[in-house]
């Protein structure tokens, strides 16, 4: 009679919400991937416009143009820091969703430990029934080989 698991469904069950952790943790982290990238290109355009705003301060621009590019760079600086803050927050999802991916790993692994430890005892139980059957046998048959 072979094994037949008593947790397969437990374990199947366990598979999946790990899988579907993994998902979703993986999708976080392509959130948080493209929210750095957006990030990167808004410091990138910053620092350009600030290079611009020293380049047109040595070129004796007008008061207006000037006024124009502080209000553009606060408004700049506004948009990098929104963009700081998304990245804080995904960053605090990511590691949310990968705690929720570890634990799904867990317990996988405790129910995979439990079935493999049931299934050893159940060979164990299995070849201890085989060998007092065989003894059985052997001592029957010294029985008929003294008699």
Do not use: W
């Not at 301060?57 to 000037?66: C, H, K, L, N, P």
Request: glycine share 4%.
């Amino acid at each position: 009679m072979p094994y037949q698991s008593k947790l397969a469904a437990v374990l199947f069950q366990r598979k999946r919400n790990e899988e579907e952790a993994s998902r979703v943790f993986l999708t976080s982290k392509n959130i948080l991937i493209s929210e750095q990238e957006q990030l990167h290109l808004l410091d990138n355009k910053l620092q350009a416009t600030l290079d611009d705003l020293t380049e047109k301060q040595a070129g004796g621009s007008t008061s207006y143009e000037m006024a124009l590019y502080f209000r553009f760079i606060e408004m700049f600086r506004g948009r990098v820091e929104a963009q700081r803050k998304a990245v804080f927050n995904q960053e605090h999802v990511c590691e949310a969703k990968r705690a929720l991916l570890e634990i799904s790993v867990k317990e996988r692994k405790a129910v995979e430990i439990i079935e493999e430890k049931r299934k050893n005892e159940y060979l164990k139980a299995v070849a201890k029934k085989e060998q007092a059957v065989l003894d059985e046998i052997g001592g029957q048959l010294r029985l008929r080989h003294h008699a």
